[in-house]
């Protein structure tokens, strides 16, 4: 208690004084406020300002002209005059981070006058004052970062934001704003340019307005939910330069949003998994979309016809229409009717149950999109419709079941026609095979055929003079003639892969005719018959891909096989051939490279002998299950030349499997999504992959600590490691040691259930990943790894819990580290300050701590020669070696405001060795402590602003002040 005009009075004569006057509470003395306005070289930081209770302390600030401190977390001043005083506050540029509530619509009116202000305003949530919008108003050169704002609740806080020309926050996750008015203002960002990602609900028609306006506008626009405002349509519709993002949208609920897109001209997103739009008005918006060619895959439900119409205008629609599912609407064929550029990607279609799907598609001149999968029409019409589709190219992918002879009349007249044809099963009609045989140009990608169960079908083939289609995955033809109209593909080339069953002689004889034949042999499966073989040997040209061969039974394959001098297809994913000739067949492919993908089991290890002598072989072996033969693997160690696509493998069941690929030198397969190989040999074949560079991304469990030996010897290698989850083994750990040069992308790590994996880590010298949200290793090792982290300099951003007192160790190696260390909370361990001491060159912004439990941390500060963070608002450390951690603080003077109690007289004994250190030493309230004084009594550059002491509670206070030599109270 000064109380007293006289102090101020003193004070106005110390001239050299230059305190630090922050966090004022009371002062009961107008006076003091006089004395302060004579303070002209005063510069103290005003930080946390609660209540002061009197206009005049205002006034005396007003003549702070230098006056620059940092106003972080103002809570409440109740008094408009304080912002009176800062409208004066022109050079003023402080923190304004995360204001809550001011209550006082004056303080607004003081932040207009902040021309050059920029603060980063983020996370906004309430402000209760309409005139803070129209302070905001007059920030022209105001760019904060504006994310995720919940509820400013105030109409005019739109109005200001108007204003807002040169504004470009990051918009991303709005979910409420509840003011129509907020709209009207973003309707003046012109050069507005945020992220839109993942609306939800605004609530208001007018923000659709303000939308209306955006012309440069170009979100990113993914998964949009629900917006339920008719309005907001009308607001797209003059988004003239929009190109947002639109995957996956689910539901709009309202029939004017397609009204928007219809004036969307230069409007391409990327439109993938639409599922249900519930509004036929989309549709006739899609009309109008001339330049749009979003990707369209797996549209399930639209449940609107008139969609379809939408649809006829895209002239130069090309989505990407993949897995369609069921569109229950006639009329949406109509629509695919006037889709002359039309080219998406139509692939896995399952169910349009409309005949008109097929008129529309019959007007598809310049449709080529990737048919892939066709699961059922259910439309003879369908095929009608195809019959139209002379520039018609999709990718006809995994077709099922037509259903319906037209469908193959329409094919007939595809002349132009050039999809990808795989999986076909089950189209149920002579016919279809019929309207092959007017596929003159036809090239589509026939892969996966299953059942044709029409002898017509072959002999439609037969006119496929110039088809190429892509013919993977054949299962059962069932029919000798499939095989005769194969003898006509003079120029046939498709894609054979993954043939199942042909069950006929025929078709082998077919094939001997294949002259200029090099379709892509992927997955057969049986075809029961010795001639096919014959039939292959006369394949000199032949170059399909074989891949995800499954048993053939028939050693005469083999035999036709051997013949196969230019034979190079692609040979994934094969199963079981079930005879020891074939491999013999394969002996003699010299020029041999297929494709060898997702290999399950071939039962025969004569299958491995003739393997040994493809020197030349790189096929892409992808998904490897099981071949239950060791001597495959004796035969893979000849592969010299082998570079195939090791990706999915899953079980091989053989430890020689691994063996021969040690051999594999040249080897760089894409191994992504491995599950599961049980057999720690195949990692020690992995080891020899010297110069080995996949994709491993999204692994997840191995099952073989050897694996992670094998890739200890991957010395190049670089895959994208990103969201591992388990992977159930400590040596991949090890092996990862290994990685010198590995620098993928570690991301939301979750739980890797190893502590080795860690150690692996260690040897990541250039391994610098963004290490972002990390919550839970549940490893102590995963930190020693860390500490190998040399170079590493992710962004280590909002750590919540780790669980492991060792990543405290392993930050302590990291040198070069120099994370954003913010709003740390919790992390159970005294270690984690043991790491944070050897972090030298480490100067995160620690802000906002609040409780870490841990006297250790005190004395993990000690070893920050070069720290300097903001240690603001630090409220109960319950240590008192954090005192003796502040001691080494040599080059330390962060700005110790608030302290409220430390309950320890080591405190001071700290502040002793401060010799360098001016903190603000204001509003001490009660130490508890006679050592406090001793302590300022070695203070001997201290001159801190000793205002407001109330009851410290010890007589030594006044033989500390004794001591105070320079001390002129």
């Known amino acids: 208690d000064f109380g007293s005009p006289d102090f101020v009075s003193a004070f106005t004569a110390f001239h050299g004084l230059r305190p630090i006057i922050h966090s004022f509470r009371d002062f009961g003395s107008p006076d003091f406020l006089s004395a302060l306005t004579a303070f002209h070289g005063l510069r103290p930081s005003i930080h946390c300002f609660r209540d002061f209770g009197s206009p005049d302390f205002v006034s005396a600030f007003t003549a702070f002209h230098g006056f620059r401190p940092s106003i972080d977390r103002f809570r409440d001043f109740g008094s408009p005059d304080f912002v009176s005083a800062f409208t004066a506050f022109h050079g003023f540029r402080p923190s304004i981070d995360r204001f809550r509530d001011f209550g006082s619509p004056d303080f607004v009116s003081a932040f207009t006058a902040f021309h050059g202000f920029r603060p980063s305003i983020d996370r906004f949530r309430d402000f209760g004052s309409p005139d803070f919008v129209s302070a905001f108003t007059a920030f022209h050169g105001f760019r904060p970062s504006i994310d995720r704002f919940r509820d400013f609740g105030s109409p005019d806080f739109v109005s200001a934001f108007t204003a807002f020309h040169g504004f470009r926050p990051s918009i991303d996750r709005f979910r409420d704003f509840g003011s129509p008015d907020f709209v009207s203002a973003f309707t003046a960002f012109h050069g507005f340019r945020p992220s839109i990602d993942r609306f939800r609900d605004f609530g208001s028609p007018d923000f659709v307005s303000a939308f209306t306006a955006f012309h440069g506008f170009r979100p990113s626009i993914d998964r949009f939910r629900d917006f339920g405002s008719p309005d907001f349509v009308s607001a797209f519709t003059a988004f003239h330069g929009f190109r947002p993002s639109i995957d996956r949208f689910r539901d709009f609920g309202s029939p004017d949003f397609v009204s928007a897109f219809t004036a969307f001209h230069g409007f391409r997103p990327s439109i993938d998994r639409f599922r249900d739009f519930g509004s036929p008005d989309f549709v006739s918006a899609f009309t109008a979309f001339h330049g749009f060619r979003p990707s369209i895959d797996r549209f399930r439900d639209f449940g609107s016809p008139d969609f379809v119409s939408a649809f006829t205008a895209f002239h130069g629609f090309r989505p990407s229409i993949d897995r369609f599912r069921d569109f229950g609407s006639p009329d949406f064929v109509s629509a695919f009717t006037a889709f002359h550029g039309f080219r998406p990607s139509i692939d896995r279609f399952r169910d349009f149950g409309s005949p008109d799907f097929v008129s529309a598609f019959t007007a598809f001149h310049g449709f080529r999109p990737s048919i892939d999968r066709f699961r059922d029409f ?372 979750r739980d890797f259930g190893s502590p080795d994996f860690v150690s692996a880590f260690t040897a990541f010298h250039g391994f610098r990943p963004s290490i972002d949200r990390f919550r839970d290793f549940g490893s102590p090792d995963f930190v020693s790894a860390f500490t190998a982290f040399h170079g590493f300099r992710p962004s280590i951003d909002r750590f919540r819990d780790f669980g492991s007192p060792d990543f405290v160790s392993a930050f302590t190696a990291f040198h070069g580290f ?109 130490f508890g402590s006679p050592d406090f004084v001793s302590a300022f009594t070695a203070f001997h550059g201290l001159r801190p602003s000793i205002y407001l002491f109330r009851d410290f509670g010890s007589p030594d206070f006044v033989s500390a002040f004794t001591a105070f030599h320079g001390f002129f109270a």
């Open 378 to 749: 259910g439309s003879p019409d369908f095929v009608s419709a195809f019959t139209a589709f002379h520039g018609f190219r999709p990718s006809i992918d995994r077709f099922r079941d037509f259903g319906s002879p037209d469908f193959v009349s329409a094919f007939t007249a595809f002349h132009g026609f050039r999809p990808s044809i795989d999986r076909f099963r089950d189209f149920g009609s002579p016919d279809f095979v019929s309207a092959f045989t007017a596929f003159h140009g036809f090239r589509p990608s026939i892969d996966r055929f299953r059942d044709f169960g029409s002898p017509d079908f072959v002999s439609a083939f037969t006119a496929f003079h110039g088809f190429r289609p892509s013919i993977d995955r054949f299962r059962d033809f069932g029919s000798p003639d499939f095989v005769s109209a194969f003898t006509a593909f003079h120029g046939f080339r498709p894609s054979i892969d993954r043939f199942r069953d042909f069950g006929s002689p025929d078709f082998v004889s077919a094939f001997t005719a294949f002259h200029g034949f090099r379709p892509s042999i992927d997955r057969f499966r049986d075809f029961g018959s010795p001639d096919f073989v014959s039939a292959f040997t006369a394949f000199h040209g032949f170059r399909p891909s074989i891949d995800r061969f499954r048993d053939f039974g028939s050693p005469d394959f083999v035999s036709a096989f051997t013949a196969f001098h230019g034979f190079r297809p692609s040979i994934d994913r094969f199963r079981d051939f079930g005879s020891p000739d074939f491999v013999s067949a394969f002996t003699a492919f010299h020029g041999f490279r297929p494709s060898i993908d997702r290999f399950r089991d071939f039962g025969s290890p004569d299958f491995v002998s003739a393997f040994t002598a493809f020197h030349g072989f790189r096929p892409s072996i992808d998904r490897f299950r099981d071949f239950g033969s060791p001597d495959f693997v004796s035969a893979f160690t000849a592969f010299h030349g082998f570079r195939p696509s090791i990706d999915r493998f899953r079980d091989f069941g053989s430890p020689d499997f691994v063996s021969a690929f040690t051999a594999f030198h040249g080897f760089r397969p894409s191994i992504d999504r491995f599950r599961d190989f049980g057999s720690p040999d195949f990692v020690s074949a992995f080891t020899a992959f010297h110069g080995f560079r996949p994709s491993i991304d999204r692994f997840r469990d191995f099952g073989s600590p050897d694996f992670v030996s094998a890739f200890t010897a991957f010395h190049g290698f670089r895959p994208s490691i990103d969201r591992f989850r388990d992977f159930g083994s400590p040596d991949f750990v090890s092996a990862f040691t290994a990685f010198h040069g590995f620098r993928p992308s570690i991301d939301r790590f």
């Open 818 to 926: 120099r994370p954003s260390i913010d709003r740390f909370r919790d992390f159970g361990s005294p270690d984690f300050v043991s790491a944070f001491t050897a972090f030298h060159g480490f100067r995160p912004s620690i802000d906002r701590f609040r409780d870490f439990g841990s006297p250790d941390f005190v004395s993990a500060f000690t070893a920050f020669h070069g720290f300097r963070p903001s240690i603001d608002r630090f409220r109960d450390f319950g240590s008192p070696d954090f005192v003796s951690a502040f001691t080494a603080f040599h080059g330390f003077r962060p700005s110790i405001d608030r302290f409220r109690d430390f309950g320890s007289p080591d405190f001071v004994s700290a502040f002793t060795a401060f010799h360098g250190f001016r903190p603000s030493i204001d509003r001490f309230r009660d």
